[in-house]
Structure formats: structure tokens, C-alpha cells
DNA sequence: CTGTAGTTTTCACTTATTGAAACGTCCTTT
DNA sequence: AAAGGACGTTTCAATAAGTGAAAACTACAG
């Protein structure tokens, strides 16, 4: 039912996240944020800096530390559908010169772009890797959290960003959206017939991304060798 | 003096990092790893698993989270240092055919690849981002931890990995190593010579990475307008 | 010089974490 | 088939450990 969770440890992660978010926080802030005292605060942020998870700049505030890259790092080479996906995205943007991203959905009921491949126009649309998108409104939000649509693909004119055009196509092996793919170009760029075509063109790599039937990556589970 | 530090935290992180150096880990591994007993290791793991930092996969066994993924990218993203080294490494590729390295210290007495270029020979080094290298016996450690070397780069041949000689320099605006760049080459490729050359190669570049003198990132520092 | 905001330390309160023990389950062994 | 072992999970009493108000101190801004 709720969640067994143990306080401070989700505190600390609170702050941990809210410090990544704003790329630096000042320790007042970063209180606020998580709604601590600044004492406690303070405790959490030193432990999280003890163990390089956090560090200070020379100005006093505090920012994401070498443990938190270096993690992150680790995590997305494991991430088996980072490297699945990568040819796909290649491929989306040598056809359609738009950005091609992949991403999958939180644990708080928001999106995160897990992967992304930049497209070849002068003009593109400009995000980034581990940012969080909100699933309402969003082409990305409509293949992660509704069920399959209907041509296989969604297209959002002018969603949460106005004069942007998203279209996106759910990775679902098995009927349950695990990821999206998806391209994104600016609308002046972009006609209805196009987008229909681009839709089939995403709808296609989201479908086959998951269909070569390997075990890709059995390997390294389960402790090590005696 | 000691460190002012919530047990709780810590076991919490240690976890994190055992789950996420070992890519998957069952419970009673994880609380071994951690040295916890089993109970408190699930506890804290399933606050992890409730934040997002960890999952577990149909098997039951911890991996690392999208938090995970999403706070790393987010942070490489920040990181302005990778930013910077990667115009550095692509020229040393260029000019090396070898691969290229940024590496940092990292807060446990290591160091830490936050990026890499993969070198043009079909027979290259397979190394990877957020690997840890020790300070003790390679170049890298070298030039991280030791003061600032006499031609400017160190060459070692035959480290930690037989077969491999790494050769490094220190990025040290203003003495002190922040950063090392390196090119890895399997030994018998190179000779005494073309070592030299590399290392002087790898010695501009890392005495370049900082000479332009702006303030890079200053622009995200500390909250948003209003 | 006075006032406001931030960072840090201290400390008494008590809440929230802890780990041994017990239980059920799923394998492996005999 | 039965015994043994390892793992995941739950419970619960003991107490270790986290908490936040307040005060001290610093740094600015008016």
C-alpha cells in the first residue's frame, strides 16, 4: 500500500535531485526546494558531498557531483535500449534531416528523453538527454501512457510547445508502451501530409526495435565468478 | 573534522553504487556488497526503487533507475569539462587514430572517464565512460594525482593492463590537475618515439583546454528569473 | 550603523531506523 | 521424497540516530 520508505534517505534524494535539476543550488534554496529546514538540509547536502555526490563550488553552492556522472554513465551503457535504439534514430534522421529521440517513461508519471540523435537543419529543436517531459499534452506522453493509437503513431501540433511538431510512435513489445520514439521539427517546417509520412517512418523503427528476439545482455548478472 | 554524516544516507548510496557498478544485483548481494543485513538492505533498496534510483527487473534483481540515468545525463550535460574536451579528443583521434580520454579525480582516491573517442584502428582499447581507474600504476594517476610532469605528459607502458600504454597530461589551470586527457594505444603498436609525439600532442591539447578565458557557464548559475 | 538573509553549530526530544528472529518459498542435494 | 540451504519478506522491541528551533556568526544592503 503506501511506501515503506525510510525518511531521510528520500530527503536526501530530494535534494539530490533538485540540486541536478538546477545545475546549482545555494543551500537556502535547496532547502526550499524540499521543503527542509535548513539545517537538515545542510546534513543531508554534506553527506551527499562525502560521498561525491554533490559538490560545492568555490562560491559555496552546491552542484551535481563526479558520482552522479559517473553513475548516470554506467547506468546508460547498461541501458540495453540506448544501444538498441541508437541505429534506429540514425536512421529516422538521415530520412527525415528532423532530431530523433528516444524516451521512456519516469516513475512520476513524467517522460525522460533517454537518448537522442540531433537532426541536419540549421533550425532544430534544441533538448536534451535526462530532461523530463510531462505526459499530458505531448505526442511522447500519448504513446507512453495511453494504449496504442491508432495509425500506429501520434502527431501533436503546437503542444506544450507552441510552434513545434511532434510525432511519436510507442515501443510496445507485447501490447504495454515500454519507450517512444519520436521526431520533432519546428511546425513552419512541417505539412500535414509529411507528418503522416514521418509518423509511418517512426511507427516502423518503434516496431522493429525490439523484435530481433536475443538475449542481449544476460551477461553480467548475478555476481561475479567464485 | 570526522564526517558529519547520516548513516542512513550513506548505506542508502553505497547500495545505489553496488547496484550500479554491478549493473544488476540480487538482494542478499546488494546487502553483502553494502554490508548491511538483509532487512535493512531491502528497506533502503525499496525507498530507492520508490524514488526511481534503482528497479527491479522480472527476476527480482536491483538495477539501476531511470533517476539514475536521467540525474548522470543531466549532470554530463552540466559538466562544462566535457563540453570543452570534446573538440580536444577529437582532434587527438584525429591525429592519433588512437583513443582519447578525459578523466577527473574522483572523491575516493580514483579517478573517473567522463568521456572518450574511439580511436580509427580496428584494434582499440575498450574501455568506457564512468569506469573507475585507480591513481596507482597508470598515466592517468600520474598526472591526476602526482604534481605536474616533466615533459608535460607521462607515458606508461605496460601498467595495469598488460599490452596497453596510456599516455597522459594534466589539464591544471593554475597548478593543480582538475582533468587528464590521455590516448590509450596497445603497446606493440607504438614506439618510444611516436610515444613522445603523442604525448606532446596530448600535452597542448590539455594545456589548451582552459587557456580561453570566459566564463563558460555562468549563465544557469543559482535559480531562475523571479 | 542597523536590518535582513544566509550558513553553520549546538542541543534536548523522540521519532524513525535497526537487525535478530521467524516464516514461506524455491532450489539443490542426498 | 525428504532434508538442507539460500533467498526474500515481515514483525517487533530496543535504542541509536535524525530532527528542527534557536542562537551565533557572517555578509551584504539600505
Redesign the pocket.
Known sequence: MAESS????E?ALVLLGAVCDAGSL???DAAREAE?????A???LRTLEGTGFVRRDPL?AYRPGLRVVQLGAQALGHESLVSLAEPALERLVRQTGESAYLSVPSHDGEGVYLAMREGTHSVRHASWIGRSIPLDGTAVGAVLAGGPPAGGFVVVRDGIEADVTAIAAPVSPGGRAVAALSVVVPSYRITAVEARRFGALVAQEAAALLTPPDAHDTATTRGEPA
Do not use: F, M
Not at 525510510?6 to 534517505?9: D, H, L
Not at 527542509?36 to 537538515?40: Q, R, Y
Open positions: 525510510t525518511r531521510t534517505v530527503r545555494s543551500l537556502a527542509l529546514s535548513a539545517s537538515t545542510l546534513r543531508l559555496g
